[in-house]
């Protein structure tokens, strides 16, 4: 069982409001994904970290979300300026190490639904 | 890029009868390919890693993958209900800074 801790499970934000969620990667895991699960199933890459630095991000990320996996802290992404289509589930993952052939585990999520 | 698709989108097994699903992917090139679990409002488990042509088993759930037909599929032996849940196929990029792309899965449902 993955032990990537995820927190809030869920959060309620209206528009405009920030909305912020943090991950614990399992120990040991230097490499951490997140990722946005809309209601259809659809995966979209956001952002990847190795140690604290980024290693690719999407432009929507770049633009409207900050994150960021400070040493010996949560990662954490926020978004600065929720919108309604940020509806979703925002999955963590994380890596033993950055090559492909490793396995991401994941977190459960945390679910945001921006009213 | 890579694109992914499984199908069916859903499928209804009986409890014990093998269920079977597949994905295709658009880029021969891959090497990693993995097959995850999501049960509902949880987190992906994963299932099967596998990396060269044939079949990889891990307890009941066994992949096959065929890169030059650009197709893998997984096989759950004898299904219970508790294996109701949406399965991903999972594809790494082979370029760059890798990523996971991931199918829209399919929701199996496991009759008692």
């Known amino acids: 069982n993955s032990k990537v801790i995820q927190t809030p499970r869920y959060l309620v934000k209206g528009q405009g409001q920030k909305a912020k969620m943090r991950c614990i990667p399992e120990k040991g895991h230097p490499v951490v994904f997140w990722y946005q699960q809309n209601k259809n199933n659809e995966f979209k890459f956001l952002i990847n970290?190795?140690?604290?630095?980024?290693?690719?991000q999407i432009d929507m990320t770049e633009k409207r979300f900050s994150a960021e996996c400070p040493s010996n802290s949560p990662c954490s992404l926020e978004i600065q300026s929720s919108e309604a289509g940020d509806s979703a589930l925002y999955l963590c993952?994380?890596?033993?190490?950055?090559?492909?052939?490793?396995?991401?585990?994941f977190g459960e999520g945390s679910r945001l639904i921006v009213v | 890029q890579q694109k992914v698709q499984q199908s069916p989108e859903s499928l209804t097994v009986s409890e014990g009868a093998m269920a079977s699903l597949n994905c295709t992917f658009s880029d021969g090139t891959s090497n990693n390919f993995r097959w995850y679990r999501q049960h509902s409002a949880k987190g992906l488990e994963v299932l099967v890693s596998?990396?060269?042509?044939g079949e990889k088993e891990e307890g009941r759930f066994t992949a096959h993958l065929n890169r030059a037909n650009l197709h893998v599929s997984l096989h759950i032996r004898e299904p219970q209900p508790s294996d109701s849940a949406v399965y991903l196929c999972?594809?790494?990029?082979?370029?760059?800074?890798?990523?996971?792309?991931f199918g829209s899965g399919t929701q199996l449902t496991v009759m008692p």
């Open positions: 993952a994380s890596s033993p190490t950055g090559g492909s052939e490793n396995t991401l585990y």
């Open positions: 970290f190795q140690n604290q630095e980024v290693l690719q």
């Open positions: 596998i990396f060269s042509d």
């Open positions: 999972a594809v790494s990029t082979s370029s760059g800074s890798w990523q996971l792309i």
